[in-house]
């Protein structure tokens, strides 16, 4: 499933910026019509929603069944959810992103929340003050945004096993929002993964490392110390031990490619987090 990002970035102070959000629907068992209950929440946040735009719908089944039947149910469950939207003139992105998953995610011990569909939507906000900027348009680019994450988790195990104290492994497909320290709900998987590792791992001690893009100050580290800070607070609070972690705000000063870099390839790659391997 492709994603397609397209941003126009001036060099100001201030522009026009927002925030990614998301709003799940719910399905009984079987059924690809949404919940009384849902339906009800569903019209409600339609009603009340200003200056959004739908960036992207996943379409998720309970483990009953096969992988290929929920895939099909899942995709169904999408299609009407597209429907409701659209009858109510809610704004759709010409690039939707569509994800369709069958069992292939980490799944609730309720059933009854696997069966949704989860809107992720943008949200224009005041104006504010931006970290990452750039003087340079950003052009569109096509990226496969789940497979990339997919294929960075396989290979996180590997290379924590075969790093020594000292390295540092750079995990580039953890997407924040814009100038957000919000992990985008595509990048979970990556997380998730990060948790098993220092699970398997219980003697191992890091340092993670946030980085941004795009600014060419090198004292402005805020948004890459509350990126750190965001991943620190999910593995602690999902049982880590805080004196096992560690985090740092790098912001821009220690970039892969110059700054402006010339394409958006380059700016994903600088705004990356590295683990940064303490004790072993």
């Given at each position: 499933?492709?994603?397609?990002?397209?941003?126009l970035?001036?060099?100001?102070?201030?522009?026009?910026?927002?925030?990614?959000?998301?709003?799940?629907?719910?399905?009984?068992?079987n059924?690809?019509?949404?919940?009384?209950?849902?339906?009800?929440?569903?019209?409600?946040?339609?009603?009340?929603?200003?200056?959004?735009?739908?960036?992207?719908?996943?379409?998720y089944?309970?483990?009953?069944?096969?992988?290929?039947?929920?895939?099909?149910?899942?995709?169904?469950?999408?299609?009407?959810?597209?429907?409701?939207?659209?009858?109510?003139a809610?704004?759709?992105?010409?690039?939707?992103?569509?994800?369709?998953?069958?069992?292939?995610?980490?799944?609730?011990?309720t059933?009854?929340?696997?069966?949704k569909?989860?809107?992720?939507?943008?949200?224009?906000?005041?104006?504010?003050?931006?970290?990452?900027?750039?003087?340079?348009?950003?052009?569109?680019?096509?990226?496969?945004?789940?497979?990339?994450?997919?294929?960075?988790?396989?290979?996180?195990?590997?290379?924590f096993?075969?790093?020594?104290?000292?390295?540092r492994?750079?995990?580039?497909?953890?997407?924040?929002?814009?100038?957000?320290?919000?992990?985008?709900?595509?990048?979970?998987?990556?997380?998730?993964?990060?948790?098993?590792?220092?699970?398997?791992?219980?003697?191992?001690?890091?340092?993670?490392?946030?980085?941004?893009?795009?600014?060419?100050?090198?004292?402005?580290?805020?948004?890459?110390?509350?990126?750190?800070?965001?991943?620190?607070?999910?593995?602690?609070?999902?049982g880590?031990?805080?004196?096992?972690?560690?985090?740092?705000?790098?912001?821009?000063?220690?970039?892969?490619?110059?700054?402006?870099?010339?394409?958006?390839n380059?700016?994903?790659?600088?705004?990356?987090?590295?683990?940064?391997?303490?004790?072993?």
């Amino acid at each position: 499933m492709k994603l397609f990002l397209a941003y126009l970035f001036f060099g100001v102070t201030t522009i026009a910026l927002g925030q990614e959000k998301h709003f799940e629907v719910f399905f009984d068992f079987n059924k690809d019509v949404p919940t009384e209950n849902s339906m009800v929440l569903l019209n409600n946040w339609m009603k009340s929603s200003e200056n959004i735009e739908i960036v992207a719908v996943s379409g998720y089944c309970d483990s009953i069944d096969s992988n290929a039947y929920n895939k099909e149910l899942a995709n169904k469950r999408i299609k009407t959810v597209l429907e409701i939207i659209s009858g109510n003139a809610i704004p759709i992105k010409q690039d939707l992103s569509i994800y369709v998953f069958g069992e292939e995610f980490r799944q609730s011990k309720t059933q009854a929340e696997n069966r949704k569909v989860i809107i992720e939507y943008f949200q224009k906000l005041q104006s504010k003050k931006e970290d990452e900027a750039s003087n340079a348009p950003m052009e569109a680019v096509t990226i496969d945004a789940e497979d990339k994450v997919e294929t960075e988790r396989i290979t996180l195990v590997e290379k924590f096993e075969k790093a020594k104290v000292g390295d540092r492994i750079a995990i580039y497909n953890i997407n924040f929002m814009f100038n957000s320290e919000n992990i985008e709900l595509k990048s979970e998987p990556l997380l998730e993964e990060l948790l098993f590792i220092m699970e398997r791992n219980p003697k191992m001690v890091i340092k993670i490392h946030g980085h941004i893009c795009c600014n060419p100050n090198p004292y402005n580290t805020k948004l890459s110390y509350r990126r750190a800070l965001k991943i620190f607070k999910y593995l602690k609070e999902n049982g880590i031990q805080q004196n096992r972690l560690a985090y740092n705000g790098v912001g821009s000063n220690n970039p892969i490619y110059p700054i402006p870099e010339k394409n958006e390839n380059e700016r994903i790659a600088n705004r990356r987090v590295e683990i940064e391997i303490v004790r072993k």
